[in-house]
């Protein structure tokens, strides 16, 4: 690298907790650091100390940095220094902020992923309070919603996100870049406690595999011992035609979602809200998934001034067997929490079917009845997924059989 200046952040008269970095190498002079910033009064010092520090840290002694700050906070200095200076100089020294013990907890298999919220991998302030609006999951996204010429700074915003920003128990999802660029994405993100990857635009089962590799091999390095989950997106007419083998390729897929605005445009359609376009492959998704016995997910709804279409969406959605969706305003999560959860008409059936099965178990029937109607096996596996998430919502109480005996 022969680069004597760098840049790295963003600073349009809209942005906002974010900054402006540019770093120049000098022969001489020791660490000059220029700074603009509204909050200077309040945090120029302490800014200037971090900037000079982060310079040391690099082992760069004489450079001008110039901050033009916009409110940024220090993770988010951190990274923009950072992305500056490794532009300049190569290096694998990291310039980690402290991991908060807040976001130490794990995942699960399977979770229930209703609702997971897309925030860009560039766009700091979008990430600070998003945990507050309790989306099941929060995407950190280094994909479609990053600008090719700033991917590169965007992992080192997101990977001092998963480590700084508090997700308030919400599951730590990263969408990485599509394959194959994406695998350049997993060492900024494995070590740092990330529960689960999404991989665009995924068209085969050789892709999950070379992934999980590469994966594998940088949790041996930093000694990660959770699995890291994966949802593979399908987004193209090949991805749904493979969409079993894809479920299929790793115990760690745990869930197919569909991407309708990419594959609408390789079908060669205009997607609508009714959604006729994309029957097919929603339909073909949902049924590999629960052929796999992972779950599936739909897309977005891109409308979100329209919360009767959305509602409207959920319920088809629901009713096609989708067991969540995403969603790109916080706006969306509590019509997607509503819509997929049971309603109470689904619950009082599940507790009739269940309460049967467990009536005619301790008995030692072979058979379960409802009045004079058989209900099989398929039937009380599904009522006792209902009984469960509606317990997990505080929908039903754990001792709902002995107040539905009261009755």
């Not at 009536?359 to 006792?384: F, N």
Request: proline residues 4%; neutral net charge; hydrophobic residues 40%.
């Amino acid at each position: 690298m022969n680069n004597k200046i760098a840049s790295a952040g963003n600073n349009g008269d809209k942005e906002r907790s974010d900054c402006l970095v540019t770093v120049e190498l000098t022969d001489s002079g020791g660490i000059a650091v220029n700074m603009k910033s509204k909050v200077k009064v309040m945090y120029g010092r302490s800014n200037e100390q971090l900037c000079r520090q982060s310079l040391e840290f690099f082992g760069i002694k004489n450079a001008i940095l110039t901050l033009d700050d916009k409110g940024a906070l220090p993770w988010t200095i951190m990274a923009r220094i950072e992305a500056a200076v490794k532009q300049l100089m190569e290096t694998d020294k990291e310039l980690l902020p402290e991991f908060i013990s807040e976001n130490s907890y794990s995942s699960s298999k399977d979770k229930f992923r209703f609702s997971r919220l897309y925030l860009p991998g560039n766009k700091p302030a979008m990430m600070l309070n998003a945990g507050l609006h309790r989306p099941n999951g929060i995407i950190l996204d280094l994909e479609d919603s990053v600008a090719p010429a700033k991917k590169f700074e965007a992992r080192f915003i997101v990977r001092n996100a998963l480590r700084t920003l508090d997700f308030y128990g919400a599951e730590r999802m990263v969408r990485i870049n599509q394959f194959p660029k994406g695998l350049e994405d997993l060492s900024y993100i494995i070590p740092h406690n990330v529960h689960l990857l999404l991989v665009p635009k995924c068209e085969s089962a050789e892709q999950i595999i070379a992934l999980e590799k590469e994966i594998e091999s940088i949790k041996k390095k930093f000694n990660v011992a959770h699995p890291i989950y994966l949802m593979p997106i399908i987004e193209s007419t090949m991805g749904v035609e493979k969409a079993f083998e894809i479920a299929t390729s790793s115990q760690n897929v745990v869930a197919l979602a569909v991407g309708l605005e990419d594959y609408t445009a390789d079908l060669g359609a205009r997607r609508t809200n009714e959604g006729q376009e994309s029957f097919y492959a929603r339909t073909r998704v949902v049924n590999a998934c629960k052929a796999a016995g992972i779950q599936p997910i739909d897309s977005v709804f891109s409308d979100v001034a329209d919360m009767v279409a959305l509602k409207e969406n959920v319920k088809v959605s629901k009713g096609l067997g989708f067991e969540g969706m995403g969603c790109i305003h916080p706006r969306q999560i509590p019509v997607i929490h509503e819509g997929f959860a049971p309603d109470e008409e689904e619950i009082e059936k599940a507790k009739k079917i269940v309460d049967a099965f467990i009536i005619a178990t301790e008995q030692g029937l072979g058979v379960v009845s409802i009045g004079s109607k058989m209900v099989d096996p398929p039937v009380v596996k599904r009522a006792e997924k209902t009984i469960n998430l509606a317990i997990s919502l505080g929908l039903l109480s754990q001792n709902w059989r002995e107040k539905y005996h009261e009755c």
